[in-house]
């Protein structure tokens, strides 16, 4: 039987957005792009409780890192992630190191073409996802360039706003509750977000829709009430620290990110805000209006310090979504002008309006690319840190479980041996970091140390000195703790 064939229009509409999903692609392939491993930290921790998963077949698994049990449902707030990835790296037959490398860009596609899929029934769906290729990937706020879960929830976003402003049946009420579900177990913080942009058009359709409006409520509000008992403690207490403020993150720039994202694409978006406010109807004002209240948290936050630091952090990229959808309509505003007809000119000397839309196509391109290209990176670990872990995991056994090593390259070690570690430096240095690299300075000598901490394996590129210590590889030593 064949398939029914798309309409000429749905056909052009759907070969143009494919050099807008291979950008989309590319740009989220930067990081990757000369190096094949996980780029940041939380890439890293990810990967090892993906793994650990896997390992244990049980989602209270021991920790990746410390071998401690998990016991409580708030530790496991990403595990929709765990599970996907885990599954997809048992079943593909992929490694992490490709998983890592290249679903990012992937997920970024996927999320474009989402994005292409809400704004077509508006007419600006090709230009909101070419905007939306812009959200920028940095250190500090992560973004579309790394596999973390706030990655994997960007989709979930642009079509549960489809299903909200478009479908009205039992199919769609479910997927809706499914999505809500999906990314209170992937990533909690992107549902707060979502109710923020979705708030202004459930208000609408109370009013216009009551059903439909009262149904949307219960969609996200059910699987926060099914899950209140295990997280009551955390929603409380993050609620209480609204009214608490708070300095801003040390790790990022919220101008720079804004010159990142492109002066030009902001302009466009302004004008396309006015442009949905001015065209009126539910679906332009929610868009608007869901806009409005995400600059209105960022500003709230770098203004005042009063909000949550997740929120605000990974609100940021969902901030330049909606910047990208609205931008995506005032570039469809500027490529419908046309001149008047009286003029005599022929049909396509009149569509000035295309001209427009191509320069600044050509104008965002130009200015922006470079600038993805030399946004700067972080390695954690090289050629040589990972072709010693892979050899720990393939060679040595498991009666040898805790390892020192640079505190700054222990996740990854956990990532990809399996094995624990005695510190790992995640946010800054403490003193069991400390002690780590003390010890490792000092050449290694202080044997009572790996006795009295139960360390067996030690990892380092520096000079290791001991003389009960015997070195199995290159930079790989083992201590017998049976001694």
Same mark, same amino acid.
């Given at each position: 039987?064949?398939?029914?064939?798309?309409?000429?229009?749905?056909?052009?509409?759907?070969?143009?957005?494919?050099?807008?999903?291979?950008?989309?692609?590319?740009?989220?392939?930067?990081?990757?792009?000369?190096?094949?491993?996980?780029?940041?930290?939380?890439?890293?921790?990810?990967?090892?409780?993906?793994?650990?998963?896997?390992?244990?077949?049980?989602?209270?698994?021991?920790?990746?890192?410390?071998?401690?049990?998990?016991?409580?449902?708030?530790?496991?707030?990403?595990?929709?992630?765990?599970?996907?990835?885990?599954?997809? /790296?048992?079943?593909?037959?992929?490694?992490?190191?490709?998983?890592?490398?290249?679903?990012?860009?992937?997920?970024?596609?996927?999320?474009?073409?989402?994005?292409?899929?809400?704004?077509?029934?508006?007419?600006?769906?090709?230009?909101?996802?070419?905007?939306?290729?812009?959200?920028?990937?940095?250190?500090?706020?992560?973004?579309?360039?790394?596999?973390?879960?706030?990655?994997?929830?960007?989709?979930?976003?642009?079509?549960?706003?489809?299903?909200?402003?478009?479908?009205?049946?039992?199919?769609?009420?479910?997927?809706?509750?499914?999505?809500?579900?999906?990314?209170?177990?992937?990533?909690?913080?992107?549902?707060?977000?979502?109710?923020?942009?979705i708030a202004p058009s459930v208000l609408f359709y109370l009013k216009q829709e009551p059903r439909h409006g009262i149904i949307l409520i219960l969609a996200g509000a059910v699987p926060f009430l099914i899950t209140l008992p295990w997280t009551y403690d955390l929603i409380s207490g993050t609620a209480v620290s609204l009214f608490t403020p708070k300095g801003l993150p040390g790790f990022h720039d919220l101008p720079y990110?804004?010159?990142?994202?492109?002066?030009?694409?902001?302009?466009?978006?302004?004008?396309?805000?006015?442009?949905?406010?001015?065209?009126?109807?539910?679906?332009?004002?929610?868009?608007?209006?869901?806009?409005?209240?995400?600059?209105?948290?960022?500003?709230?936050?770098?203004?005042?310090?009063?909000?949550?630091?997740?929120? /605000?952090?990974?609100?940021?990229?969902?901030?330049?979504?909606?910047?990208?959808?609205?931008?995506?309509?005032?570039?469809?505003?500027?490529?419908?002008?046309?001149?008047?007809?009286?003029?005599?000119?022929?049909?396509?000397?009149?569509?000035?309006?295309?001209?427009?839309?191509?320069?600044?196509?050509?104008?965002?391109?130009?200015?922006?690319?470079?600038?993805?290209?030399?946004?700067?990176?972080?390695?954690?670990?090289?050629?040589?840190?990972?072709?010693?872990?892979?050899?720990?995991?393939?060679?040595?056994?498991?009666?040898?479980?805790?390892?020192?090593?640079?505190?700054?390259?222990?996740?990854?070690?956990?990532?990809?041996t399996g094995k624990y570690v005695y510190a790992r430096l995640h946010v800054a240095p403490d003193k069991i970091t400390r002690r780590a690299k003390d010890f490792l300075d000092g050449g290694c000598q202080d044997t009572d140390f790996l006795r009295q901490n139960g360390i067996s394996i030690v990892y380092t590129r520096d000079e290791c000195s001991n003389p009960d210590l015997q070195k199995v590889s290159d930079n790989?030593?083992?201590?017998?703790?049976?001694?």
């Amino acid at each position: 039987m064949s398939l029914p064939s798309l309409p000429r229009p749905a056909r052009y509409d759907y070969l143009l957005v494919v050099p807008i999903l291979a950008l989309a692609f590319y740009i989220a392939f930067i990081p990757h792009t000369s190096y094949p491993y996980p780029v940041h930290l939380d890439e890293w921790v990810q990967l090892a409780y993906s793994d650990a998963l896997i390992r244990s077949g049980d989602i209270f698994h021991p920790l990746p890192f410390t071998g401690q049990a998990t016991t409580s449902l708030v530790s496991l707030l990403e595990l929709g992630f765990h599970i996907l990835f885990g599954v997809l /790296y048992r079943i593909s037959g992929l490694d992490w190191m490709t998983i890592f490398r290249y679903f990012p860009g992937i997920l970024f596609m996927i999320t474009v073409f989402s994005v292409f899929v809400m704004g077509r029934r508006s007419g600006f769906g090709r230009e909101a996802a070419f905007f939306t290729c812009l959200i920028p990937t940095t250190v500090g706020i992560l973004g579309p360039g790394f596999l973390v879960p706030v990655s994997l929830a960007l989709p979930f976003i642009p079509l549960s706003l489809f299903i909200i402003f478009y479908l009205r049946n039992p199919g769609a009420y479910l997927a809706l509750f499914i999505f809500a579900v999906f990314l209170l177990i992937t990533h909690p913080t992107s549902v707060i977000i979502f109710i923020l942009i979705i708030a202004p058009s459930v208000l609408f359709y109370l009013k216009q829709e009551p059903r439909h409006g009262i149904i949307l409520i219960l969609a996200g509000a059910v699987p926060f009430l099914i899950t209140l008992p295990w997280t009551y403690d955390l929603i409380s207490g993050t609620a209480v620290s609204l009214f608490t403020p708070k300095g801003l993150p040390g790790f990022h720039d919220l101008p720079y990110i804004v010159r990142t994202f492109g002066y030009l694409p902001v302009a466009l978006s302004i004008l396309g805000t006015f442009w949905l406010a001015w065209r009126r109807g539910t679906t332009n004002y929610g868009l608007a209006l869901g806009l409005l209240v995400m600059v209105a948290m960022l500003a709230t936050f770098y203004t005042l310090h009063y909000g949550v630091d997740a929120i /605000y952090l990974r609100g940021i990229l969902y901030t330049f979504m909606m910047l990208g959808i609205s931008a995506g309509a005032g570039l469809m505003m500027l490529r419908n002008i046309q001149l008047p007809e009286r003029w005599k000119l022929p049909w396509p000397a009149r569509r000035i309006g295309y001209i427009f839309a191509a320069a600044i196509i050509v104008i965002v391109l130009w200015l922006g690319i470079p600038v993805r290209q030399h946004i700067p990176y972080y390695n954690i670990i090289d050629t040589t840190d990972y072709e010693a872990f892979t050899w720990i995991r393939d060679n040595i056994g498991d009666n040898y479980r805790l390892a020192i090593l640079d505190p700054w390259k222990a996740t990854s070690f956990s990532a990809i041996t399996g094995k624990y570690v005695y510190a790992r430096l995640h946010v800054a240095p403490d003193k069991i970091t400390r002690r780590a690299k003390d010890f490792l300075d000092g050449g290694c000598q202080d044997t009572d140390f790996l006795r009295q901490n139960g360390i067996s394996i030690v990892y380092t590129r520096d000079e290791c000195s001991n003389p009960d210590l015997q070195k199995v590889s290159d930079n790989v030593y083992l201590y017998d703790q049976a001694r």
